[in-house]
């Protein structure tokens, strides 16, 4: 080390204060720090770095050449003797390793800085080492226990004696915290949980006034997934009732997810319940749900949840009310000027205070790089009976869908898309497709074309339809009719004119669209004359007079044919034999079948045997021994066969009363002779 003031300290007391006078009297005369014109010194700093080395630095400012300037630094230290050079030096630093730094309260430096033409500028500064320590880093950083709100950190660093504290920074994508301690660990906590951190300690002395962080050592962590701190982002319109058929309806449920802050993991799955009528799920990020075959005449309660790995949302309340409680709004349009929408509906008429809901973004639109939804669903509430809003609006309207929906004391109505948005300041480029232009017979000429209504951004509420007398389009008469209408009947034509048709759309906004290519026809008049309408009419009369002879002559024909006597023609029967008795002792006859024709005509024969069956069953004998006549019954009457039973054993000799025909022929008894005297008691003949 050089010693600068060496000779001067040899020096007797008396030479040295004289000297010490010298130097005050120069420093008034010539102040210590001398600015000149070109040449400025400053920012000065210094570093103490980790209570070892000092290096203090400083900007040259002006325009001053570099290769003539000279610069020297000196210093000392609190109880020290003498001045001291710098360890190492430049036109802009001074560095003390850490042989000539020492553990003083202070330290003052000399810098002078002068140019070969003699312009000086002279600097004094002190410092007090502690407030200017900048300590060494940590060894290592790491994470330790990690749950969904809290993040434990664990670090290691040298013990140098001196105090330290340790910052500690985490920050997430949207804010950045500091915490401070003098442990080697800390557990952070008040995080989001499934939030990506990152986190930095640097050490600090901890008692620097004007301090510097030590350079920092970093790690990142991921709390653990929590169930979503809240219900899906909706409303009490966010849903679509559809068509009602055979008491079932379906309906769609708008969805949307909590804000991401409590999204607390990744959403999995939406959930809707009305227990104990349905259980319905879909997986995120789906926009809708639908709820199939409702009853159209019940109200629903549906409650909307949405779900990650660690659990399941609170849910929000849908209520659906029965078909027809709420009546919905009619007719939604959105017109777009570039700048703002202007929403209108009819209201449907309903008693009582009635609030609207206008949704957009119901259709959720897409970043093709990223798949969850850029734009959800948003809304606005409206308290007032008119029937439109206009609102600032500046995304284009292909892009997105609109919906109104009528909260009422009977509840909310479910959304009512709308039928068409459409920018007021486009007109219709292309003419409209004419499918058709007839002649009528009463010089008319009917046109018709495709019906566009909404199309292209644009709202077509009227055709124009021309008709013109001559080719270049100067004598022309129009006319306009509604939208709804795809064709239109020109009326009141001159007869044999070749007229020149042409139709153009007209939008909401009052614009006109070009023409339609023109379609050339000629009127003409088919009606019929005076003379022809009194020809037809006599035509007519004598065809309805013929007719009304000729039906009259069927009807007499008819009723002499059905007066005439029908000739019925039955069938010839026969005789049935061979009944034979059975002896006394078992008081019972046998019975026996003969098969025999019983005519040609089989259904008249049927009808026959049903008479004869019904007379053979009328009298039943309840005592046939007390009453002495036997009762004949048919057991089984077909087209050809028959079985008879007897069921008295007094037979042959009495005589049947229940059926006495003429003589055909006689029933024989079981000793095989016949008493011709008696009345045969069963005969059969054609009569």
Avoid at 72 to 85: C, L, M
Avoid at 127 to 138: G, T
Avoid at 242 to 248: A, P, V
Avoid at 632 to 642: F, G, H, I, T, V
Wanted: proline share 5%; with cysteine; charged share 20%.
């Amino acid at each position: 080390m050089t010693l600068w003031f060496q000779e001067i300290a040899e020096m007797s007391p008396t030479a040295c204060s004289l000297l010490a006078w010298a130097i005050v009297v120069l420093t008034l005369r010539h102040p210590t720090c001398t600015v000149t014109r070109d040449l400025h010194v400053t920012n000065l700093t210094f570093v103490v770095n980790n209570w070892q080395t000092v290096t203090v630095r400083w900007d040259l400012e002006g325009d001053p050449d570099v290769n003539g300037i000279n610069v020297s630094v000196i210093w000392t230290a609190a109880g020290a003797r003498y001045w001291y050079t710098c360890s190492k030096s430049t036109l802009r630093s001074c560095f003390l390793d850490e042989r000539d730094y020492s553990d003083s309260s202070k330290y003052i430096f000399n810098i002078t800085v002068s140019t070969q033409d003699g312009e000086t500028v002279h600097i004094n500064a002190s410092m007090n080492p502690s407030d200017y320590v900048i300590p060494a880093p940590l060894k290592s950083l790491h994470v330790g226990e990690v749950t969904s709100r809290c993040v434990e950190l664990l670090w290691q660093y040298r013990d140098l004696g001196r105090d330290v504290n340790f910052n500690v920074t985490y920050s997430d994508s949207t804010s950045t915290n500091t915490g401070i301690t003098s442990h080697y660990n800390m557990t952070v906590c008040g995080l989001t949980p499934y939030t990506r951190y990152n986190f930095s300690v640097s050490a600090m002395s901890a008692t620097a006034r004007d301090g510097y962080r030590s350079k920092p050592r970093t790690v990142s962590s991921v709390t653990e997934e929590e169930k979503p701190g809240a219900a899906p982002n909706m409303t009490v319109g966010s849903f679509t009732t559809h068509t009602c058929s055979n008491n079932k309806r379906d309906v769609t449920v708008y969805l949307r997810p909590p804000n991401r802050p409590s999204h607390n993991g990744v959403l999995r799955r939406y959930l809707a319940t009305s227990a104990p009528r349905f259980y319905r799920n879909i997986s995120y990020p789906a926009q809708t749900l639908l709820l199939e075959d409702l009853n159209c005449n019940d109200d629903y309660s549906v409650f909307v949840c949405v779900t990650n790995d660690a659990g399941v949302s609170p849910p929000f309340s849908l209520r659906i009310p029965k078909l027809g409680d709420v009546v919905p709004p009619l007719n939604v349009l959105v017109a777009f000027d570039n700048t703002s929408v202007k929403v209108s509906w009819e209201s449907a008429s309903q008693r009582g205070k009635k609030n609207w809901t206008v949704f957009w973004n119901v259709s959720c639109v897409r970043n093709p790089d990223d798949q969850p939804c850029q734009n959800h669903m948003d809304w606005i509430n409206l308290e007032t009976n008119e029937s439109f809003v206009k609102f600032p609006f500046e995304m284009p309207p292909e892009v997105i869908q609109f919906g109104v929906a009528m909260t009422t004391d009977g509840g909310n109505s479910g959304m009512v898309l709308s039928s068409c948005v459409y920018n007021v300041s486009k007109i219709p480029t292309e003419p409209p497709p004419v499918l058709s232009v007839e002649s009528q017979p009463n010089l008319g000429l009917t046109v018709k074309w495709s019906l566009e209504t909404c199309y292209n951004d644009m709202l077509i509420t009227q055709y124009n339809i021309q008709h013109c007398y001559n080719r270049d389009f100067t004598t022309c008469e129009s006319a306009s009719v509604s939208s709804e209408n795809n064709s239109y009947v020109i009326r009141g034509l001159q007869k044999d004119v070749q007229y020149r048709v042409r139709i153009r759309q007209r939008t909401a906004a009052g614009l006109y669209g070009v023409f339609s290519e023109p379609v050339d026809r000629l009127a003409v008049d088919t009606r019929l004359t005076i003379l022809e309408i009194f020809g037809i009419t006599i035509g007519c009369l004598i065809y309805v007079m013929g007719l009304g002879y000729t039906i009259v002559q069927c009807i007499r024909h008819t009723c002499q044919r059905w007066n005439r006597n029908e000739e019925i023609i039955l069938p010839r029967f026969y005789s049935i034999t061979g009944v034979q008795e059975a002896s006394a002792s078992t008081s019972m006859n046998t019975y026996d079948t003969v098969q025999r024709t019983l005519g040609t005509e089989g259904p008249r024969a049927s009808h026959f045997l049903s008479i004869l069956d019904s007379c053979l069953d009328t009298k039943p004998q309840k005592n046939a021994k007390a009453d002495r006549s036997a009762q004949l019954s048919a057991k089984s009457l077909r087209e050809d066969y028959a079985m008879v039973g007897m069921k008295d054993d007094s037979m042959p000799g009495n005589s049947v009363s229940l059926l006495q025909l003429s003589d055909v022929g006689v029933w024989g008894d079981s000793s095989g002779s016949s008493d011709e005297d008696v009345t045969p008691y069963v005969t059969a003949g054609r009569e």
